[in-house]
């Protein structure tokens, strides 16, 4: 069983920045990807903010690109997202995933608000 736990949330006001961390424990194996996610309101759909493969190349939504970056580090497990001049449309409940062939497993969450 794999589990993630994210860390880093909290209240930032606009032009601000946090960092988020995501630990993995667990047997990983073939992993695809990894990334992180966010919903910006209960019952909304989930939205991929940024993902990096096992091989290290990046993708970011247009809407944090310049602003954002992923990364992570293998020896430790875990997975960041560093965020800066964050918005107030950046308030979202952000979650981090990873997949791999035999599935894919998501944290908890961890909640960014952005005060203007």
């Known amino acids: 069983q794999v589990q993630l736990v994210e860390s880093g949330g909290g209240l930032v006001q606009s032009g601000g920045s946090l960092r988020l961390s995501c630990a993995a424990s667990g047997r990983m194996s073939s992993i695809n990807n990894m990334g992180w996610y966010r919903r910006q309101a209960p019952g909304q759909q989930r939205e991929l903010v940024a993902s990096i493969t096992i091989g290290g190349m990046t993708m970011y939504a247009d809407f944090v690109k310049g602003r954002f970056t992923i990364s992570r580090d293998s020896a430790k497990n875990t997975l960041d997202l560093q965020m800066n001049s964050l918005k107030p449309e950046d308030t979202a409940a952000y979650y981090c995933?990873?997949?791999?062939?035999?599935?894919?497993?998501w944290g908890q969450g961890t909640q960014v608000t952005v005060s203007s």
């Open positions: 995933y990873i997949d791999m062939v035999r599935g894919e497993y």
